[in-house]
């Protein structure tokens, strides 16, 4: 597959190349727009004074699908291995009925959303993820879609798929796809939205601020685990452009979207390093992007 267009993203930093004043990159969780109803109001609001790209999940939407459906998947290193079967009610499911759930919620509150995937316009280049099956990671972005998107006033919503160097649908992780994104697009900032109000550290207490190394060395040591580890590793990828920032946060705060981009105390903000942007550590697929496949759909 040709991969003409494409703008590499780096394993390891710098992340975030020359910042877009106005542009965030808002990742929101993958529960149903019921649970969701003030953060929506929140990027609608946000749209109306900067350019904003949404991003999401939908893990667990994805496993009830495929348990109603009887089709069985099997999970390696805590990964869901992803076949044929199970891709096909992956994407159904992501670019399916949470898109465009997600794109209509967001209509309503007088956003001008689009929805797309990572394979509309071949947005995310993915690399396959050895062993699991139809998984990626993001190696690339091409910006341009996304810039004629944005710079028609529309906000694009992007569902976590990408296409393989071969040109094969995969699943990727939502946190993995919105940093590729941000990279790509130069964002101002990288905000994550998640279950949790941040990092928590050994002692349970969430962690205001951490680097890189931060982030790896609490890897190693087990502390953060699950689906906090891909999210932290794009926050890292996310990284190093002077005043770009990239923040992990509760998507449950009545005013998450504004804390995120203003309050320090707020979530857990991922910064640079003495030695800059790097990966968070092992794990990461190399040369794929640095975030590895936990926790994609
Ligand atoms: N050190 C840690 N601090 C905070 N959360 C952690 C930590 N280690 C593991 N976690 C887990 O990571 C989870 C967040 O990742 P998860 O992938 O489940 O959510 P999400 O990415 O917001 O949703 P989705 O994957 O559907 O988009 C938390 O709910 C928590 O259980
Ligand atoms: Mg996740």
Request: charged share 20%; proline share 5%; glycine share 16%.
């Amino acid at each position: 597959m040709s991969r003409e267009g494409v703008a590499p993203v780096p394993a390891s930093g710098p992340g975030i190349g020359t910042p877009d004043a106005g542009l965030v990159v808002v990742k929101l969780g993958g529960t149903t727009i019921a649970g969701q109803e003030r953060v929506i109001d929140q990027v609608a609001d946000l749209a109306r004074t900067r350019q904003v790209v949404v991003v999401h999940g939908g893990g667990a939407r994805v496993t009830g699908w495929l348990e109603r459906l009887g089709v069985p998947t099997r999970f390696e290193d805590g990964l869901r291995v992803t076949d044929e079967p199970a891709l096909e009610v992956t994407a159904a499911v992501l670019r399916g009925a949470a898109n465009v759930e997600l794109v209509a919620a967001l209509r309503a509150r007088g956003c001008d959303a689009v929805g797309v995937s990572g394979v509309d316009g071949a947005l995310l280049a993915g690399r396959r993820v050895h062993g699991k099956g139809l998984v990626a990671t993001i190696m690339g972005v091409r910006p341009a879609f996304a810039r004629t998107l944005l710079d028609a006033g529309h906000v694009p919503v992007v569902a976590p798929l990408a296409l393989d160097e071969q040109g094969v649908v995969c699943n990727v992780n939502a946190d993995d796809a919105a940093a590729g994104l941000a990279h790509g697009l130069g964002a101002h900032a990288l905000v994550l939205l998640t279950d949790v109000d941040g990092v928590r550290g050994a002692d349970g207490a969430r962690i205001d601020s951490m680097t890189a190394d931060d982030a790896a060395a609490l890897i190693a040591a087990g502390v953060i685990a699950g689906g906090m580890i891909p999210k932290v590793r794009a926050a890292v990828r996310g990284l190093s452009a002077p005043g770009a920032h990239a923040v992990i946060a509760d998507g449950g705060d009545p005013d998450a979207v504004r804390r995120a981009l203003e309050d320090p105390g707020f979530g857990t903000r991922v910064v640079a390093g003495p030695g800059g942007a790097r990966d968070a550590g092992p794990g990461s697929v190399p040369s794929a992007g640095g975030v590895a496949a936990e926790g994609a759909a």
